[in-house]
């Protein structure tokens, strides 16, 4: 990992405790889920259990148990041994019948929560037991159209996403490649990040790709940009918003392609599918760059990362995934990944794959 001090101002303070705060309440959710609804803790009075065995006895899909099991290792109550198989700690046998005194009447006060309901139903059910005909939050689904089709609702949601794209944005374009070079933003939303980009980088182009109604918001986020920066009066010229599906349409070539909390938000079997076509964008010699928050290769935290892969398993189709499953796409996709791990804040983090040349 390359700790990149200069790339966050002194002045500028670590706002990770807002995304964790605020995703807080999805951690208690998958608490009481575990403990009143499913037994998970049940689950090793004969011993250590691995997450197969966990998977098949809880009666969860893969998206479901990686959500769960690392959030209740990550909380303390599960851990992971060296042949890859979970155990209760001292903390968690205080969450089973068997352990007297336990706490499992104390988390009964919220139990029968609505949210705490639905988090477990969403559990058994690999997300919401009816999924919406507009699609599973702002999530396109299957051939039908996306949500952010529609005017209000693209609007709604790249400006709630503004304020952090904004304030991540330099401390990304500080780490990206430079030079005369252009830079693909897939599903880039306000399109902050290309704007810094271009900023820091006087001899790039860049395209913005998303949905049309998302863009029309995104040229409003660079007028923004250009009236904070002096120095962006020329940005304008250097930047295109192109229209388009990232699962359907043909990418245009580029030399850098940048997938912001992109990831996350889909199944592995459509991440597999977006590593190959964001491979098929790049030219020779480019370069994929991953920025998201990562799971441990251990399955038990980050923290903060654990909060988010349960809002996102509430809210889309997708989890946090971990640094080697992303790996994985990206060779799979004919890509050699760089073992470089470059910080950001919030808990976010570059990681990059390149094209031979």
Known sequence: DLPFPSMIAPNIPELAPIMRHSRAIQQTRLLVAATHHLNVFEQFSDGPRTLPELQQALGLKERAVMVLIPALCAMGFLRRDAAGKFSLTDQGRYLTLGMDPNFLGYLQFMSEDPGVV??????????PREVPSQGTAYIKEGDGASPMDDPETA?????????????LSPLTANALPKGKKHLLDVAGGSGFYSYAWLLA?????????DRPAVLKVAEECLQKFCAKN??????????????????????????????????????????EQLAKRFAAA???GGE??????????????????????AHLFWVTKGRIYSRGEHYNWLTQAGLKPSSLRVPTSMNYSLISAKKDG
């Open 282 to 284: 790049l030219n020779p």
């Open 201 to 209: 980088n006087p001899e790039g182009t860049a395209t913005v790709l």
């Open 155 to 167: 609007r709604t949601l790249t400006l709630r996403l503004a304020g952090r794209a904004e304030h």
């Open 118 to 127: 639905e988090m477990a139903q969403r559990l058994r059910h690999d997300g």
């Open 230 to 271: 002096p120095a962006a009066a020329d940005i304008k010229q250097r930047v295109r918003f192109l229209g388009g599906d990232m699962l359907a349409d043909e990418l245009p070539k580029t030399d850098i392609l940048l997938a912001f909390s992109l990831f996350h938000d889909w199944p592995t079997e459509t991440c």
């Open 288 to 309: 994929l760059w991953v920025h998201d928050e990562f799971l441990n290769e251990e399955l038990d935290g980050p923290m903060d990362a654990i909060g988010y892969s």
